[in-house]
C-alpha cells in the first residue's frame, strides 16, 4: 500500500514508518525537519512541509494517490493548542478533494469525548488539569474527522510510553481502561497491522496495556 504518515518525526510516527516498511509498504513521509528522520530508510519518499499549510498539503496530495494517510501530529507544550484541529482539517480537505476512498487513521488521546468515560480517575484529573489546554484541540480534530467524507479510524491511546512494545495491548470500543499506559510502538503496531482492516472504519477505539501496572 502507499502509505502517508503526517508527522513521520514524532516519536510515535517514527514507529508507524519503521513498522510500514517492515510490512512492506511504501511510505511517504511529510515532515517540517527532513533532517529529523532516521536514516537510512529505504522505501521512504521525503516530502518537506508544513501541514498547517492549506496549499501545501493539497499540493502534497495532488502529486500522489494514497491508499492510507495517518495522522500523528501534536503539540509538544502544554498549552492552549489548535496544530491537531487545523492540520486535520487541511489534510481532510485535501484528500476529499482528491480521493475519498484514501483510508484515515488519526491519533487522537483517551479521554476525549465519550471516551473520558472509560478511564480512571487519576487519569481524568490529569487530563482536566495538567492537559486541559489539549482537550479541545483533541476534541475538534475527531469532530472534523467524523464530519468528513474519509473512511476513517480514531485511535486514542492512554499515557504514551518510549518502552519496547510487546504487542500485548487492549482494543476498547467501550469499558473501563485496564491500564494507563501503552507503548508508543504498540500503537503503531495496531494501526500498520490494521491499516486495511474494515472492522475499523467509523470507529473510535482506546488503546491501552494488557498487563496490569506494578
Avoid at 496530495?61 to 493548542?81: C, E, H, P, Y
Avoid at 467524507?149 to 480514531?154: A, D, H, M, V, W
Wanted: aromatic residues 6%.
Amino acid at each position: 500500500m502507499e502509505i502517508l504518515v503526517i508527522g513521520a518525526t514524532g516519536r510515535t510516527g517514527r514507529y508507524v514508518v519503521k513498522q510500514a516498511l517492515n510490512e512492506g509498504h511504501r511510505v511517504t513521509a511529510f515532515v517540517r525537519s527532513p533532517e529529523k528522520l532516521d536514516y537510512p530508510q529505504t522505501g521512504v519518499t521525503t516530502v518537506q512541509g508544513n501541514v498547517l499549510d492549506v496549499k501545501e498539503v493539497q499540493n502534497l496530495v495532488n502529486n500522489q494517490r494514497f491508499d492510507a494517510v495517518v495522522v500523528a501530529i501534536g503539540d509538544s507544550t502544554l498549552k492552549r493548542s489548535t496544530v491537531r484541529a487545523v492540520g486535520t482539517k487541511n489534510i481532510i480537505t485535501a484528500l476529499e478533494n482528491r480521493n475519498v476512498s484514501s483510508r484515515l487513521w488519526v491519533i487522537s488521546s483517551a479521554g476525549i469525548n465519550e471516551s473520558m468515560d472509560q478511564l480512571g480517575f487519576i487519569s481524568k484529573t490529569f487530563l482536566k488539569t495538567i492537559l486541559k489546554g489539549h482537550l479541545r484541540d483533541h476534541s475538534n480534530q475527531e469532530k472534523y474527522v467524523r464530519e468528513s467524507r474519509l473512511p476513517y479510524t480514531i485511535v486514542r491511546p492512554v499515557g504514551l510510553s518510549d518502552e519496547a512494545g510487546d504487542n500485548d495491548y487492549m482494543v476498547l470500543e467501550k469499558g473501563k481502561v485496564k491500564t494507563n499506559r501503552i507503548p508508543r510502538m504498540d500503537v503503531a503496531h495496531f494501526i500498520v497491522k490494521n491499516i486495511g482492516n474494515d472492522d475499523f472504519i467509523e470507529k473510535a477505539v482506546v488503546l491501552c496495556d494488557n498487563k496490569e501496572e506494578k
